[in-house]
């Protein structure tokens, strides 16, 4: 079965840090660029970051810019990203993809998605 299914997600208060993972099952991530995704209630689906298939190139959206890092190991077969000094607007549903590559004009950040995850649910409270 190939899949991606991402972790990590929870309740967490204003100013704390939560670290999502985003593991491969049946495929080696190797081949991709690997996005970030959020859609938070009520509103549109987002593009938050985006890293290389080599690993050299990252990209984030401007909200998260300071604050999100995103990282990958091949070893494990898996992405994270890291977010600090979360905020309540950073409360969503977070997705992760497979894709051809980062494209940083496009709004989602990515090009040519091929696999996405189920999502994981992050709640900043206030």
């Known amino acids: 079965q190939l899949q991606l299914v991402e972790s990590g997600g929870g309740l967490v208060q204003p100013g704390g840090s939560l670290r999502l993972s985003c593991a491969a099952s049946?495929?080696?991530?190797?081949?991709?660029?690997i996005g970030w995704f959020r859609q938070a209630p009520g509103k549109e689906r987002e593009g938050v970051s985006c890293?290389?298939?080599?690993?050299?190139?990252?990209k984030y959206a401007d909200s998260v810019k300071g604050r999100f890092t995103i990282f990958r190991d091949s070893a494990k077969n898996t992405a994270s990203l890291q977010m600090n000094s979360l905020e309540p607007e950073d409360t969503a549903v977070y997705y992760c993809?497979?894709?051809?590559?980062?494209?940083?004009?496009?709004?989602?950040?990515?090009?040519?998605?091929?696999?996405w995850g189920k999502g994981t649910l992050v709640t900043v409270s206030s």
């Open positions: 993809a497979a894709a051809y590559s980062c494209d940083a004009a496009a709004p989602s950040l990515i090009y040519g998605v091929q696999y």
């Open positions: 049946g495929f080696s991530l190797n081949a991709y660029a």
């Open positions: 890293i290389s298939r080599s690993g050299g190139s990252t």
